[in-house]
């Protein structure tokens, strides 16, 4: 019987070592794009939202596309391919969330970007309930999907911008 629970346990830990973590914090941070986090402000007020922007760099030496989500283009794409975590010391925060649909793409939701440039895409929108944040000092990531035509597993983890929240 003990080789029956010794075969179930080796099966489990083979069949999941391939597997991309499911915990956003375990993702991998952007290497070839470069993805950064920034707070708008350092300081935010207990039920106030925190706005935030992305800054995404190409670091390759070819162009690469991603989503253009700039000027509050498609909103209903953000919270999905922008995907916003905040945590404290204790890990990820269960922070409620409103369900986010994204709805279809086109051509006209892409844009190239070429080696070396950098695009930075301000105040982005998002669906977690950040208003009802307590008191306290927070940092917040995204999870960068740049092209919905690749597997979800294929997103990385940007650099992390802090933030507090007081009374």
Known sequence: MWWLVSAVILLAVVSGSGQQPDDPLLRP????????????????????????????????????????????????????????????????????????????????????????????FRRISYKRALEKLAPGAYEAFVLFWRDPMESPTTRCRSTAARFTVHE
Not at 75 to 101: K, M, N, R
């Open 29 to 120: 941070i952007c290497k070839e794009v470069s993805v950064a986090l920034v707070a708008e402000a350092s300081r935010v007020k207990a039920g106030d939202r925190p706005q935030f922007s992305v800054v995404v760099s190409n670091d390759t030496d070819r162009p690469v596309r991603i989503l253009d989500v700039r000027d509050g283009r498609r909103t209903d794409l953000q919270d999905t391919y922008f995907e916003l975590f905040v945590i404290q010391a204790t890990g990820a925060l269960d922070v409620p969330i409103v369900i986010s649909d994204p709805g279809p793409l086109s051509a006209a939701d892409f844009r190239e970007l070429r080696p070396g440039a950098r695009v930075e």
